[in-house]
């Protein structure tokens, strides 16, 4: 039982840290992204950093690439840079 408990505290946390889980398309995505950010003179570990941060904050029903959604939210965008490190 207390097994149980611990599990389920865990997963909790990982609920709502935001997506537990990622699949194939975001590594999709976050791999686009990545392509679509190479020559912004920014280390790989930074824009590996600021693509899953926005990934993160993308629905999991968005059909635009994170370069199109980044585009109509600066908010997100402003964030995920600072947690990145962009300069």
């Given at each position: ?6 599990a389920?505290m865990l997963m909790?946390?990982f609920?709502a ?8 398309s975001d590594t999709?995505w ?8 190479k ?6 570990a ?5 693509c899953?941060?926005?990934?993160g ?9 994170i370069?199109?959604w980044?585009?109509s939210?600066p908010?997100?965008m402003?964030e995920?840079?600072a947690?990145a490190?962009?300069?």
């Amino acid at each position: 039982m207390r097994t149980l408990i611990i599990a389920l505290m865990l997963m909790g946390s990982f609920m709502a840290s935001g997506r537990a889980f990622s699949d194939d398309s975001d590594t999709a995505w976050v791999n686009q992204c990545i392509k679509d950010n190479k020559r912004e003179g920014q280390t790989t570990a930074t824009v590996k950093i600021y693509c899953e941060c926005m990934n993160g904050k993308m629905s999991d029903d968005e059909t635009q690439s994170i370069t199109q959604w980044e585009k109509s939210h600066p908010k997100e965008m402003k964030e995920c840079d600072a947690r990145a490190g962009w300069k």
